[in-house]
């Protein structure tokens, strides 16, 4: 069996929030865990300004993909700029990651299948099926499903299909 090997890791700036975010987000994807995690020690609470003992970084998966995340104060913040996407293949899927990662999220940040979640991460909860329908080789099938998916905030798959259908 081989190891594999992640050469990119999302690393993920909080303010203090750091350990509540990794609870919040290994509870909603399968196959997910805290791997590691650091505290301040005393050097380095000083140089921060964070408490001594206080959690500094962790090292968690979420299904199987590696994430770091920092309490590294207030200086930076979360931007929709960024987002990561969950490609989900039903609707009860798509249903979950939207529900779960939408609680406690900005309501006005949910169009198109992206969402904001409490801590400001953005999301996109988009069902595979999705591509298929926005690149269908008829024109007008596409744009239905374009239409439709302008508006709607989760995605609804049997309603994209259905649009693009005519």
């Known amino acids: 069996m081989q190891n594999r090997f992640q050469r990119i890791t999302p690393f993920l700036w909080f303010d203090t929030q750091a350990e ?3 609870a919040f987000y290994t509870s909603i994807f399968p196959n997910s ?3 590691t995690t650091t505290r301040y020690n005393k050097e380095s609470a000083q140089a921060s300004g964070r408490a001594e003992g206080s959690v500094m970084t962790m090292a968690f998966q979420l299904d199987g993909q590696d ?3 920092i309490n590294g104060g207030p200086q930076f913040t ?3 700029a960024i987002s990561f996407v969950v490609h989900c293949q039903t609707q009860a899927e798509v249903d979950h990651y939207w529900n779960g990662l939408g609680e406690g999220g900005d309501p006005k940040a949910q169009q198109c299948g992206w969402l904001r ?3 400001g991460v953005s999301w996109q909860v988009v069902p595979t099926q999705l591509v298929e329908l926005l690149s269908d080789p008829d024109p007008n099938r596409a744009r239905r499903a374009t239409m439709a998916m302008l508006g709607m905030k989760k995605l609804d798959i049997a309603a994209l299909q259905k649009a693009a259908a005519g």
Do not use: M
């Open 117 to 119: 979640d409490r801590f």
């Open 20 to 22: 509540e975010a990794v």
């Open 67 to 69: 994430f770091t995340a």
């Open 33 to 35: 865990r805290i791997v």
């Open 78 to 80: 979360f931007s929709g």
